[in-house]
């Protein structure tokens, strides 16, 4: 074999392994949930029918085919349950991920725009939160947004409010917990496509008379979209389906996905609709990312 053939051996290994990692742990795990979605509810063990019986040969794949259906989904379509909390965890991580980007954009921009010495010192603190335990600083919001906590205390003492108000069981509360938890997943991509600005551009923009406003809107922001993208997928994406945070700061009127999902598969223990409430919540949330991907590559096409 000779040294390209090697090499070109190699390049193909690498292509192939993020392709082998997705199809043992996304493709082969969502077909299963797949399958369940298309079961029936039982209370047996496992709690769903039908099960495929290999022993049984043809008759048995036969009559595991035979038994499933859609009654999960028609459910899902009826029941307005699975509607609003669909509904409320997108509008929930549409505000949050707005949220982020006002807030992590200017973090982001003062990091690039900083003395390159002071960069790592500077992503650094901004990773420092994710140096502790995740439950432990969710329980540690808890506690500062008690009605008797340190933030009452001290809008009290600044004499901002009168009395404290109520913060935890709220909304407010969980886009506070998601805000926090997700701030480094969108100041990373967008500090990344900020850093890579070439400095000439904006200083030829202000040559031909752009205002500072100016050279931002028309050079910084538009340069700076793929990590705008990026942070907002990753940002996007898991607080739809997030648990921990809207289960321990938000309250209970109107559960997001992910708890309706919890209480199905662990309350109910209907697994079937729970499943196919997951399917549908895959769907939904992959279908913009093959679009968005589709449309780079069309861009990249064309250039």
């Keep these: 074999m000779t040294g390209s053939q090697k090499r070109t051996f190699a390049q193909k290994l690498v292509i192939w392994i993020p392709y082998a990692w997705l199809l043992v742990f996304f493709l082969v795990p969502f077909l299963i949930v797949l399958k369940i979605s298309l079961s029936h509810f039982a209370l047996a063990r496992p709690p769903y029918t039908p099960v495929l019986d290999l022993s049984a040969g043809w008759h048995g794949i036969a009559a595991f085919i035979a038994g499933l259906s859609f009654d999960s989904y028609a459910l899902i379509g009826s029941d307005p ?58 329980y540690a919001w808890m506690d500062i947004l008690q009605r008797d906590g340190p933030l009452n205390q001290l809008l009290m003492a600044l004499d901002i409010v009168r009395e404290p108000p109520v913060w935890l069981a709220t909304d407010t509360a969980v886009y506070i917990g998601i805000v926090y938890s997700y701030l480094p997943f969108m100041v990373l ?58 289960d321990l700061l938000g309250g209970s009127q109107t559960p ?48």
């Design 81 to 138: 349950l699975y509607l609003l909390s669909l509904a409320k965890s997108v509008e929930i991580a549409a505000f949050s991920t707005l949220l982020l980007l006002v807030i992590g954009y200017p973090i982001a921009y003062g990091i690039a725009r900083a003395p390159r010495r002071l960069h790592a010192a500077l992503v650094v603190l901004v990773m420092l939160p994710f140096f502790t335990a995740f439950l432990i600083r969710i």
């Design 189 to 246: 991509p967008l500090y990344a496509s900020l850093e890579k600005l070439d400095e000439s551009l904006l200083e030829a923009a202000a040559d031909l008379g752009c205002r500072r406003w100016q050279v931002f809107w028309r050079v910084t922001l538009p340069l700076s979209s793929p990590g705008v993208r990026a942070g907002a997928l990753l940002c996007f994406i898991p607080a739809v389906g997030e648990f921990v945070i809207p």
């Design 256 to 303: 997001m996905i992910g708890q309706t999902l919890w209480t199905e598969f662990f309350g109910n223990k209907d697994w079937p609709t729970a499943a196919a409430v997951a399917v549908v919540l895959v769907i939904l949330l992959v279908t913009p990312i093959l679009l968005l991907q589709f449309q780079a590559m069309q861009a990249t096409d064309r250039g």
